[in-house]
């Protein structure tokens, strides 16, 4: 099975930029989507954005425009390219693999 690592969280000031990297321990060439979530404190855990093999995307309305999700299939990794961040944006981000695996998660936290 396939293991997540996520990487890049951290403390950023409102309108700065972040990216997000997910290395996975083995390809992900055969996993068709691949996404990146998150759950801020009290609240339920929710997509920020998804890609499928193909490289259509999906992403969370309070989002769009701000990030962009990206997948690098011959280095077994997924990206989320963070711009314009908001304090609503703070919460930890996880990485996801077809819906069922999880990485440890990566906080982000943006100051105003």
Known sequence: ?????????????????????????????????MGWYRQAPGKQRELVANIAGGGS????????????????NAKNTVYLQMNNLKPDDTAVYYCNAAAVIWGQGTQVTVSS
């Open 1 to 33: 099975q396939v293991q997540l690592v996520e990487s890049g969280g951290g403390l950023v000031q409102a309108g700065g930029s972040l990216r997000l990297s997910c290395a996975a321990s083995r390809s992900i060439r055969s996993i068709n989507i």
């Open 57 to 72: 995307t999906n992403y969370a309305d309070s989002v769009k425009g701000r990030f962009t999700i990206s997948r690098d």
